[in-house]
């Protein structure tokens, strides 16, 4: 809000100052005449009692009348002048030797210097004295008062669009973090009501799709759910008969794509649930190392077998709080999927920094494309190198493990591993 306002003022201050300039000149131009006539006026009296005085003396005695005249008027400079002074021109000289007198107007149309012929080739002129420097600042602190004036009733009238931008920013902030029920609850009187409105309609068309693409999947998996079962059954019942063994191999066969096909539906079942709205978290206050112990355990025959060197870094005693099982399933996928591309090598570090619980899984295999890192977390988005679901899964570990992350408000990106493999860091804000 304060550059956007910053600027606005800016804005208006250029335009008021170039206004200020501008303006009065082109209104001094267009009526100049009638601005000199007055500057005469004013000045009419003045020069009527000087010349009666002056009119009838020699130059000399003017000269030695000059002073004493001066000290009558502090608030003018008069002084006497050849009539041939460099800035006069002929038809102003013409003019002056008729009587007339010659009036210049300052930037503000006011007179600057009124010439008055009086005789023996001599002008008298009455100019202005300079503003002493407390009138000046008195002007300058009016001009610096209208500014002010100003950014006030900018602001005032700025407010509330600030506060609805705001608003508006956070809503749409909140539906990309996925809480699709969130609405900018502007009211339509606003300035912004109608584009608020319209943006609700688009959150309610959009959370209403999401519900139906969610429901669909969910009715699909469960309906696949008991076709698959039954096959399954059938399968066993098939293997209990006498058969041959090219027979046999491919009744194993069958069953290897029915539990990839049960594993498909239970990941589908998962990560819809994740998705849903109505999610309930139960937050719990434990230690990382313990938590960490917990959920590592499960690998500890994994990683012997394959001979990986697991190296595990943790404040220790440090309390946090979390949902268990969804950051538990976060951090399952994302240690199955460093213990399936990484040579010998795995670091978990956990560390407790600005309010923020960081988790980061790193492993020394070949990395991650940078083409590739903004698809990554994509749902059945898979990379090439893992295109066969023996080896690379059917692309919903990534997904599933933002979307657990995501429902507590927190992160998961992916980030340069210093072991030179690929690198994941799972950030959970903590209570104060």
């Known amino acids: 809000m304060p550059r956007i306002l910053i600027r606005l003022f800016l804005i208006l201050l250029i335009s008021y100052g170039a206004a200020s300039y501008a303006v009065p000149w082109l209104v001094i131009n267009l009526f100049k005449h009638r601005l000199e006539s007055y500057g005469v006026a004013q000045y009419q009296g003045i020069l009527y009692l000087l010349e009666d005085r002056l009119a009838d003396l020699t130059p000399k005695e003017r000269s030695e009348q000059m002073p004493e005249l001066a000290a009558r008027f502090p608030a003018e400079r008069l002084r006497m002048l050849p009539i041939d002074t460099s800035d006069i021109g002929a038809h102003e000289r013409h003019k002056l030797m008729r009587g007339k007198p010659l009036v210049t107007l300052d930037a503000d149309g006011l007179p600057e210097k009124v ?73 339509a009187h606003s300035n912004l009501g109608e584009l608020a409105g319209v943006f609700d309609g688009m959150a309610d068309e959009l959370e ?82 313990a938590y960490l112990d917990s959920v590592l355990s499960a690998f500890a025959e994994p990683l012997e077998e394959r001979h990986i060197n697991l190296e595990v870094h ?58 590739e890192k903004a698809n990554i977390f994509t749902p059945f988005y898979r990379l090439d190198r893992s295109r066969d679901r023996a080896t690379g899964g059917f692309g919903l570990g990534l997904a599933i493990s933002r979307e657990a992350i995501t429902v507590q408000d927190g992160s998961l990106t992916i980030e340069d591993a210093p072991l030179g493999g690929a690198g994941f860091q799972i950030r959970l804000p903590q209570p104060q």
């Open 115 to 187: 010439r008055l012929y009086i005789g023996d080739g001599q002008l008298l002129e009455i100019s202005m004295d300079a503003l002493p420097l407390d009138i000046d600042l008195i002007y300058w602190l009016t001009n610096l008062l209208i500014g002010a004036i100003l950014m006030g009733g900018v602001f005032l009238w700025w407010r509330p669009h600030w506060q609805d931008l705001e608003r508006l920013k956070a809503t749409a902030r909140r539906l990309g973090q996925g809480h699709l029920d969130a609405r900018t609850e502007i009211p």
């Open 314 to 371: 943790i404040e220790a005693g440090t309390p946090v709080t979390l949902e268990p099982r969804l950051t538990a399933r976060a951090l399952q996928n994302l240690i199955s999927n460093a213990m399936r591309y990484c040579r010998q090598h795995i670091r978990i570090t956990a560390t407790h920094r600005d309010g923020m619980l960081c988790i980061q899984v790193e492993d020394d295999g070949i990395g991650i494309p940078d083409d």
């Open 208 to 289: 209403g799709l999401l519900a139906r693409q969610r429901d669909l999947i969910n009715a699909v998996s469960h309906e696949l759910r008991t076709p698959l079962s039954r096959l399954d059954f059938g399968l066993a019942l098939v293997a209990d008969t006498p058969m041959t063994p090219e027979a046999a191999r491919r009744i194993d066969e069958m069953k290897t794509h029915i539990n990839e096909l049960n594993a498909l539906v239970q990941e589908l079942l998962s990560y819809t649930r994740l998705q849903s709205p109505r999610q309930h978290l139960e937050k719990t206050t434990l230690t990382i190392e």
